[in-house]
C-alpha cells in the first residue's frame, strides 16, 4: 500500500530546511523527510484491529511534522519511519481473536493516545489508572515501539494510508445517524471538550480565544455545547474564520489582529494601554479577561494571551508549540494561572466520568453540535496528496477551514 511516511533522518531535515527557504515543495518530496512510500500493510496484533480510513483529517500537527516546525523534545517518545495522520472515520476490516465488542464492518472514530492500557502495560500507572490516558507514564514502553500518538508510533502505521492498527481500547463505534464528515471530526472536538471542561468559566466571565483555526472552532463548539453563557470573543488575523467564528462558532464578537487592534479591546476588557520602553506591543493594565484560550502556539500569540488575561486569570495553552522567546513576566507580576492541555481522556461531565469521546458521539447524535461545516476540502488519496498538503501549508491564501482526505482503491 501507499503510505505517507515521516523519515527522523538528520541529513534528509538539514537538506530539506535549506530547500525549504526556496520552495515549499520541498517539504514533500523524493529527499524530505516527508514522502510518499510503498510498504506492506500492518500485520495485525493480539487484541488490536485493522482499521481502512473512510475520511482522514489532515491536522495542524502533521502540517507542522511536515515542515519541520514540531520541536524535537518529544523525538525519544516517537519511533521512525512512521505514517502520519490521526484524525480519521474508518471501517473495522479485521480483528484479532482477542477483541471483544466489535466486529467488522463496524464504523468507528479513533482515539490515538498509545497509553499503557494500548501497550499491554500492566498494573497501568498512575495517570491512566485515574484515566488520564493524554498523561501516560510509559509512551516508551510495551509490546510496541515508543509514540505517544498514532502517526508518530511505526508498529501502528497511521491514516494517511489504506490501513492502520488500534487497539480495541482505542476504537469507539459511530452511531448511524452521524455522518462521515462529523465523525472524521472527533478527535479534534474532544480536544475543544477536555480543554474546556477541565476549565470551564462562568457564565459572568469574559473569555478570549486566541485563534480560529480548527483547534479554536473546537473551543468554541464545546464552550456552547456544554452550556457556558460566558461572553466570548474570539482573536485572528483572518476576518473570513472570524466570521464563522460567530455565525457557527457561538462567538459574541470577532477582533481581527493588526497593529492597533487593543484599542478595539480597551473598553470591552476595561484595559488602560501603555507602552514600555524598547516593547512594540503596548501594556495593557487594569482589566483583561477572565480567562483565555490559546490555540495557536506561536511566541506572539501567547504574548499577547499574557497580555490579555486579567490579574489572577486563567490562560490555557491548546495550540502546539515548538521553540518560541515568550516574556514570562506577566505571570509572576499578575499571578497567571497557566494551564496546559493535551488531547482528551475521562472527564466529569454531569456528575458523570467518561470519555471525551463518548461525550463528543452523542452530542453528535442528538444534534446538540454540529462540525460538518468547518471541513472545506476534500482530497483524493494518494494521487492529490501534494496538492492537499500545499493547501493546507497555506490555509488563508486557499480558504481552508479543514481539509480531508478520501481514499482511493489501490
Not at 57 to 75: A, F, H, K, W, Y
Not at 78 to 99: A, Q, R
Not at 238 to 255: D, I, P, S, T, Y
Request: one cysteine or more; aromatic letters at 8%; charged letters at 20%.
Amino acid at each position: 500500500m501507499q503510505a505517507l511516511r515521516f523519515h527522523a533522518s538528520i541529513p534528509r531535515y538539514l537538506t530539506t530546511k535549506l530547500l525549504g527557504k526556496i520552495t515549499p515543495l520541498a517539504y514533500y518530496n523524493f529527499f524530505s523527510p516527508t514522502k510518499l512510500d510503498n510498504i506492506p500493510e500492518p500485520e495485525i496484533l493480539p487484541g488490536w484491529v485493522k482499521v481502512k480510513p473512510i475520511l482522514t483529517g489532515i491536522c495542524g500537527s502533521d502540517i507542522n511534522t511536515i515542515l519541520l516546525q514540531e520541536s524535537p523534545l518529544l523525538e525519544p517518545l516517537c519511533s521512525f519511519p512512521s505514517v502520519l495522520g490521526h484524525e480519521n472515520v474508518g471501517i473495522i476490516s479485521e480483528i484479532s481473536p482477542e477483541v471483544k465488542n466489535i466486529k467488522k464492518g463496524d464504523r468507528i472514530s479513533l482515539d490515538p493516545i498509545l497509553s499503557c492500557r494500548v501497550r499491554g502495560i500492566s498494573p497501568l500507572c498512575q495517570n491512566c489508572t485515574n484515566g488520564d490516558f493524554v498523561l501516560c507514564n510509559n509512551f516508551d514502553k510495551g509490546n510496541i515501539n515508543p509514540g505517544f500518538d498514532i502517526g508518530w508510533c511505526n508498529s501502528t502505521g497511521g491514516a494517511f494510508s489504506s490501513a492502520y492498527l488500534a487497539h480495541q481500547t482505542q476504537v469507539y463505534r459511530v452511531p448511524e445517524n452521524v455522518s462521515d464528515l462529523n465523525a472524521v471530526l472527533v478527535e479534534p472536538f474532544t480536544i475543544g471538550l477536555h480543554a474546556v471542561i477541565r476549565n470551564f468559566p462562568k457564565d459572568s466571565d469574559t473569555v478570549i480565544v486566541i485563534g480560529t483555526g480548527v483547534i479554536g472552532l473546537m473551543v468554541l463548539s464545546a464552550l456552547r455545547a456544554l452550556g457556558s453563557k460566558a461572553k466570548i470573543i474570539a482573536l485572528d488575523t483572518n476576518e473570513e474564520r472570524g466570521k464563522l467564528a460567530v455565525e457557527k462558532g457561538g462567538a459574541n464578537k470577532f477582533v481581527k489582529v493588526g497593529k492597533y487592534y487593543y484599542n478595539s479591546l480597551a473598553n470591552e476588557l476595561k484595559i488602560r494601554k501603555y507602552k514600555p520602553i524598547l516593547e512594540k506591543k503596548p501594556l495593557p493594565v487594569g482589566g483583561g479577561a477572565d480567562m483565555i484560550y490559546e490555540c495557536v502556539g506561536l511566541s506572539n500569540t501567547i504574548e499577547d494571551a499574557l497580555r490579555l488575561t486579567k490579574a489572577g486569570g486563567k490562560l490555557v495553552l491548546i495550540g502546539n508549540p515548538h521553540r518560541i522567546n515568550v516574556d514570562w513576566s506577566l505571570v509572576w507580576a499578575r499571578e497567571l494561572q497557566i494551564v496546559g492541555s493535551f488531547g482528551s481522556c475521562m472527564e466529569t461531565y454531569k456528575s458523570k466520568n467518561e470519555h471525551a469521546f463518548d461525550i463528543a458521539l452523542r452530542m453528535l447524535s442528538n444534534k446538540k453540535v454540529d462540525l460538518s461545516w468547518m471541513i472545506t476540502h476534500h482530497f483524493r488519496f494518494p494521487s492529490e496528496y501534494k496538492k492537499a498538503l500545499k493547501y493546507s501549508m497555506k490555509k488563508d491564501k486557499y480558504h481552508v477551514v479543514k481539509a480531508v482526505f478520501t481514499f482511493e482503491n489501490e
